[in-house]
């Protein structure tokens, strides 16, 4: 385990199969999902440079003084704790893969502020592995970001992702819901955020928006995600980031803070908002709800749990 927190027990492993008959039949963007954001960032290298599309400032700090530099975006860049299976296991479905190629050697890594020590074709292989134990559990893979990567970088990833899951990818041609990915032995919904590429594979679907505030205010969230509420819902999947951000401003009045305690000191006020929602295809309707640190606490059954309410027929 990656990182101390709520039970990884495997309560919520196989979570899909256990909803009530009729969420079986409706599309999978009609469902609350979890997921986590920054998906890897468990693993950052705390040793690795800062990403050269972080500000100037950034990038010079690092260079002259990394031993300084590289803990402090650690420290704020870490969103995750639990490895990918782990996760799996806690209930998240939803994974925000951020992709990055070092600027020297040919490995494909991941990153947030820092690259990560697990490379994505370690991360996709942890990832088929915990999916042939779990044949009902869909996951969706949203790989976007895509730092210092080549044409060339994104056909072999590509290819990659297709065959390593094979059969297993369920391509935007169809409408998903659980019964019908089970009956095809569908288990991954890939989205690929450079549209160029994703014209090109027809077993990628397009970017799905996430929508977040980008404040360090819980309130702030909160109302952001309530305004987007009231201008209506995408006719398919989307996510909504409960995720804190911060900025220098904030790092710098906050010399002693980190995202984990930021995220902390916020999860009761967040929960008590995610409780009061409800999936569906309602104009209100929720569908992908993303967390920080989702193993500190009982974020992914409190999101599984709203599928055992009454899912809405037809848009209010």
């Known amino acids: 385990m990656a990182g ?37 960032s468990f693993c950052l290298d705390v040793s690795s440079p800062v990403l050269l599309s972080e500000s100037c400032f950034l990038i010079m700090m690092d260079r002259l003084f990394p031993c ?85 970088d994104h056909t072999q990833l590509v290819n990659y992702i297709i065959t390593l899951f094979r059969d ?15 009956s095809r032995g569908h288990q991954v919904i890939v989205s690929y955020d450079d549209q160029q590429v994703a014209v090109q594979h027809p077993q990628l679907w397009p970017p799905i928006p996430y929508r977040y505030a ?3 205010d819980p309130q702030k969230v909160i109302s952001y995600l309530e305004e987007q ?5 995408p006719a398919w999947f989307f996510a909504s980031g ?7 401003q904030y790092v710098f009045c906050h010399p002693l803070q980190s995202m984990r305690k930021m995220t902390m000191k916020a999860l009761s006020q967040l929960l008590q908002w995610v409780s009061e929602q409800r999936p569906g295809p ?20 409190l999101v599984i749990g709203l599928n055992h309410r009454p899912v809405a027929k037809a848009r209010e």
């Open 242 to 248: 409960l995720n804190l951000t911060e900025d220098g």
């Open 4 to 40: 101390g927190g709520w039970a990884c027990d495997g309560r919520n492993a196989d979570w899909m199969s256990r909803l009530p008959a009729e969420a079986r039949d409706v599309p999978l963007w009609d469902l609350a999902i979890p997921g986590s954001h920054d998906t890897m």
């Open 214 to 216: 980008d404040s360090a």
């Open 68 to 152: 300084w530099t590289r803990p402090c975006v650690y420290r704020w860049a870490t969103t995750q704790n639990f490895t990918i299976s782990e996760q799996c296991d806690l209930g998240v479905r939803f994974f925000d893969l951020r992709i990055a190629k070092k600027p020297s050697g040919d490995r494909v890594y991941f990153a947030h502020g820092l690259y990560t020590l697990q490379t994505v074709k370690e991360a996709l292989w942890e990832l088929a592995c915990w999916l042939q134990a779990h044949p009902t559990e869909v996951t969706l893979v949203s790989c976007s970001h895509f730092y210092h990567m080549t044409d060339s």
């Open 282 to 301: 309602q104009l209100d309707g929720l569908n992908i709800l993303c967390c920080d640190f989702i193993g500190i606490s009982y974020f992914c059954s």
């Open 168 to 182: 297993k990818v369920c391509p935007p041609q169809y409408t998903p819901t659980l019964r019908s990915c089970w």
């Open 229 to 233: 509420k009231t201008k209506g819902r």
